[in-house]
């Protein structure tokens, strides 16, 4: 069973600052990945989504890492803003046709002006 | 394009009653997937639906319950609530044709309370 866990679960960072945030997972036989953001009450928005086969993607001032063998994912945020405060969550794919995702708890991050 | 939307958006309901939720997903998907969101145990998958089939199912009681229509809107119902029941619950829509792009898109939640 896969299972998916995001440190720390919250930080704070000075407005500017470059940042990253984890995510591991146990099983490496993942489809694909995503990082959402969730801000508070309101639903997931998608961020990013990395192919097994890739390891990397860019968008904007996020980019994401994969490292399938080590069991890794990482978001990276440049030049953090205020409005980049969110819980953060990456989630897994087990599979073609399965739109079961696994979340991990996410990372609350607070961009402080 | 209109995003994926559910209603109602709050629920109050009491130990015992019965609730359904609805999902309208983005137009062209066929996909639907159900979580349940909450502080505990954050988010968990309830089912995926497409074309009107249950095609995934989580680890929830059979209290909790699903369909889809054949215009992909998709409802979700909870019978004989209890308080743990208390959650927000999200539905995703995507594409569904298993390609692995295929990114999932959420609406914004319906918040149930269970008194």
């Known amino acids: 069973k896969q299972e998916v866990t995001q440190i720390p679960a919250a930080l704070s960072v000075p407005e500017g600052e470059n940042l990253v945030l984890n995510c591991s997972f146990t099983?490496?036989?993942?489809?694909?990945l995503q990082w959402f953001r969730q801000d508070p009450g309101k639903g997931l928005t998608s961020l990013l989504l990395i192919q097994s086969s890739q390891r990397e993607q860019t968008s904007g001032r996020l980019n994401a890492s994969l490292d399938k063998s080590s069991g890794r994912s990482t978001l990276y945020i440049a030049a953090s803003q205020p409005g980049d405060s969110a819980t953060y969550l990456c989630?897994?794919?087990?599979?073609?046709?399965?739109?079961?995702?696994?979340f991990g708890k996410g990372t609350k991050l607070s961009v402080i002006p | 394009k209109a995003g994926v939307t559910q209603t109602p958006r709050y629920l109050i309901k009491t130990r015992g009653q019965q609730v359904t939720l609805s999902c309208s997903p983005i137009s062209g998907h066929r996909s639907v997937s159900w979580y349940q969101q909450t502080p505990g145990q954050g988010l968990q998958f309830l089912f995926e639906?497409?074309?009107?089939?249950?095609?995934n199912k989580g680890n929830f009681p059979g209290r909790f319950s699903g369909r889809q229509f054949s215009n992909s809107r998709s409802e979700m119902n909870v019978s004989t609530l209890e308080l743990g029941d208390s959650a927000l619950y999200l539905c995703?829509?995507?594409?569904?044709?298993?390609?692995?792009?295929?990114?999932?898109?959420f609406g914004p939640g319906t918040r149930l309370t269970v008194l």
């Open positions: 995703a829509s995507s594409l569904g044709q298993g390609r692995i792009t295929d990114t999932q898109y």
């Open positions: 989630a897994s794919s087990s599979g073609a046709g399965s739109y079961q995702l696994t």
């Open positions: 099983d490496s036989a993942i489809y694909n």
């Open positions: 639906y497409f074309s009107e089939t249950q095609r």
